[in-house]
């Protein structure tokens, strides 16, 4: 990181710049403090901002005005070609000084060596750089389904996204979900078509997916010159010229922009000017000030429309969601990556240009959500944060909501992948990381102090015009943090000794705060530790982070499918705990009923019948629910959780001195009496599955699917391919990689999703409950 030495050496008009000192002297301490550690010896440019002659006052570089500032994620199915994007992107921003290739191993974003050896990206990564004068924050996240929960937490921190799509195939099922996930954000986002250097690649298939299964209005802003191997160049819609990159250049850089000539290109020429027209059309049905500026001024003759009106319509048409710009071009081959900046600095929204209502309340005040947690082994927890509004800086006490806790930053670093830069302050509109919050989790709102959290929640009330207790006001100034979806593998994990146990115990807590989909448990029968995870791979990657990281040798178990239970009928039960303990008699009768819940419910429905709710004490009301809960979490035929279940208390007689332990231990020893006597049914998960396979591999793959109790909803078809698109049993499907690569010789892919839990019928019931007592 020789930043400062560029910095003061190389660039003559040092002079006209007015840095004050001490900021160079904390500049220059905070430099030789870091040492980053830079994988397999890439090189990486200085401070954003320090690039070339482009050198701006140091305050501009370490906090840009907010309307420069870009917060965007990259967001795609598997193999799309984010990382590679992100990589180029990163290259052609000046911050690398080589491109880096998924395939070498040697990205910049991908920096775990889970990710290097296959291929994929596991964790969001954040990026800083500067394009033309606007600060851009990048997250690249992950396309396996595994790490959803990587995609939405990022998604709830960013402004604006790219979604990366694989031109030859389209829309493609993860695609689907994190597009709904961006949906459910109001993010704006851009589309662009990767890989159009491929066989098989298609810009007019590839569009046409777009409208038809995400339901969006595409803006072809672009046109591709060429397809797969002819693939050369793009047009540029809206100002009518042609972008060819050289065939000489290595890396890119060199591209050249001519106008479109009815000479040189009659043909070229015809179709921008027909598409310029009908997006021009488009965009005006979309937005009425476009439109009457189109009727009025330019209604004879598009071509007189100036491309700056063009571009404000545009991107106002983009920030209302309304419609998608489309832009095209191949990472890999290094060719329209340049336009796809611009794109994102002139269409994507500033920080200050999203709506977010809680800002109002802070007038100022600092407002930040811990949107993801990282552990390094030196300086300990790094949390990432999106600053809402006011400031952080090091050495600031600040105060979590969600903990009710007060922490200190001990240092403010600015985000680049693996590396990261130590700064002075950072304003709002910003991706932060800090150390030295030891208590802050993903999802967690973090203010300057309790005070001003208090002060907000007063003027929020007021603005509501309605009255809170304290408690709530607090609640209401919790940003909205990530949903955590429910897992549905578990698999036991022990340590190679019992001295180990607590190494283990620490390593799991660490990964847990980091990954909240991530939930480890102990057994209360054998009282061995069990992990719970989103699939296969998410347990493999936990699995080979504790031998990497932490440097212990566990063993994991076998895989196991989380099952759930419920009832089929409704059954009564009464139950009776008399115990003296010491000098005092606890005494409990209780009698409830367990029915089928009407709606399905994850957690038991409580009711209390008339005569019971009124009498019953807030300490005796909540210790029946403790015991509801502690009951349901194991059901009579498995031992996993009962769900879809409704629990009426008909009667609760409780002698005087009783504890509220033993209410507890009676209600839940009276539930499962009635668990037991009531006729039981297991649900299992049930996955959406994608295959895509070429025509010829199609029999054998459905042959193998009907063997696995699949069932299949359609067959569509895909350029070359066919998708096939059914629901097929979690249990089904353990292997099923290794299995689809041998029936097809490793030309098909595949991709699953939890779509719900299904009840199992009889025969499937029996044989599993067979298994697990060992009688099969």
């Not at 701006?56 to 906090?63: E, G, M, Q, V």
Request: proline share 5%; charged share 25%; with cysteine.
């Amino acid at each position: 990181m020789s930043s400062l030495r560029i910095f003061v050496v190389n660039h003559k008009n040092i002079c006209s710049l007015h840095i004050n000192n001490t900021c160079c002297y904390k500049i220059r301490a905070s430099l030789k403090r870091l040492k980053p550690h830079v994988p397999l010896g890439r090189n990486y440019s200085s401070l954003p901002g320090l690039i070339g002659n482009d050198i701006k006052s140091l305050h501009s570089i370490i906090n840009p005005p907010v309307a420069k500032i870009r917060n965007i994620g990259i967001m795609a199915h598997i193999d799309a070609g984010k990382t590679t994007t992100t990589e180029r992107i990163l290259y052609y921003s000046g911050y690398t000084r080589s491109l880096g290739d998924v395939d070498d191993g040697d990205t910049v974003t991908d920096f775990m060596a889970q990710e290097r050896e296959r291929g994929i990206t596991i964790q969001s990564a954040a990026v800083t750089f500067d394009w033309k004068g606007y600060r851009i924050n990048l997250i690249d996240t992950p396309g396996h389904v595994d790490f959803t929960l990587e995609v939405e937490r990022c998604l709830r921190v960013l402004d604006g996204a790219v979604a990366v799509f694989d031109a030859s195939a389209g829309v493609e099922a993860q695609t689907l979900t994190v597009w709904r996930q961006a949906d459910k954000h109001k993010i704006p986002r851009i589309c662009f078509l990767n890989k159009m250097d491929k066989i098989g690649a298609s810009f007019n298939y590839a569009v046409e997916s777009i409208r038809e299964k995400l339901k969006a209005k595409p803006l072809l802003l672009q046109l591709p010159i060429g397809e797969a191997k002819t693939f050369k160049g793009v047009v540029d819609v809206v100002c009518k010229e042609k972008l060819i990159w050289s065939p000489k250049s290595d890396d890119g850089k060199d591209f050249e922009r001519k106008p479109l000539l009815e000479m040189s290109d009659p043909k070229l020429l015809k179709e921008t000017t027909e598409a310029r027209n009908a997006l021009i059309e488009q965009v005006a049905d979309l937005d009425d000030e476009f439109a009457d500026l189109v009727l009025g001024e330019f209604s004879e003759n598009f071509d007189l429309l100036p491309a700056e009106k063009l571009q404000t319509a545009i991107r106002r048409v983009t920030l209302a969601q309304t419609a998608v710009p489309v832009l095209c071009g191949s990472a890999l081959k290094n060719k329209g990556v340049q336009p796809l900046l611009d794109a994102i600095t002139m269409y994507l929204p500033s920080p200050e240009e999203r709506n977010y209502e809680f800002l109002q309340w802070y007038k100022g005040d600092l407002c930040a959500l811990a949107f993801k947690v990282l552990h390094d082994r030196q300086r300990g927890p790094l949390v990432f944060m999106r600053i809402y509004s006011g400031m952080i800086k090091p050495q600031l006490a600040v105060h979590n909501i969600n903990g009710n806790c007060t922490e200190r930053i001990s240092r403010l670093l600015l985000p680049f992948a693996d590396q990261h830069i130590e700064i002075p302050s950072l304003t709002a509109g910003n991706i932060a990381l800090t150390v030295g919050l030891k208590h802050t989790s993903t999802g967690d709102t973090i203010v300057s102090s309790k005070s001003s959290a208090l002060a907000a929640a007063r003027r929020a009330e007021r603005e509501g015009g309605k009255k809170h207790s304290q408690n709530s006001e607090a609640e209401r100034l919790l940003l909205a943090g990530v949903e955590i979806p429910e897992p549905v593998f578990f698999c036991t994990i022990e340590p190679p000794s019992v001295a180990k146990q607590p190494d283990l115990d620490h390593a799991l807590k660490c990964l847990q705060r980091e990954d909240p989909s991530l939930k480890v448990k102990l057994d209360p029968d054998s009282g061995q530790t069990v992990l719970c995870g989103m699939g296969e791979l998410h347990i493999e990657i936990i699995h080979d982070r504790i031998k990497r990281e932490y440097g212990l040798e566990t063993y994991l178990g076998p895989l196991q499918v989380a099952y759930r239970e419920t009832i089929l009928n409704s059954v009564r039960a009464t139950d009776t705990l008399d115990r003296t303990l010491g000098d005092r008699r606890h005494l409990v009768t209780v009698d409830l009923e367990a029915k089928p819940a009407e709606t399905s419910s994850l957690l038991p429905v409580i009711e209390f019948a008339e005569s019971v709710g009124e009498d019953l004490s807030q300490a005796s009301r909540e210790a029946v629910e403790n015991g509801i809960h502690s009951a349901c979490v194991q059901g009579p035929l498995l031992g996993s959780p009962v769900q879809d279940v409704a629990i009426t208390l008909h009667s609760l007689v409780i002698h005087p001195g009783t504890s509220t332990a033993m209410i507890s231990a009676c209600v839940s020893r009276c539930i499962q009496k009635a668990l037991k006597k009531a006729d039981k049914q297991i649900l299992e998960p049930l996955m959406n599955l994608e295959v895509t396979v070429t025509r010829d591999y199609l029999s054998p793959v459905l042959a193998d699917l009907a063997q696995r109790r699949g069932n299949i909803q359609e067959i569509q078809t895909r350029q070359d391919n066919k998708v096939v698109i059914g629901f097929v049993p979690l249990a089904e499907i353990m292997g099923y990689s290794t299995v689809l690569r041998t029936l097809t010789s490793g030309s098909a892919t595949f991709a699953l999703e939890l779509s719900n839990y299904q009840a199992m019928n009889p025969q499937d019931q029996s044989t599993l409950l067979g298994r697990r007592r060992g009688l099969s």
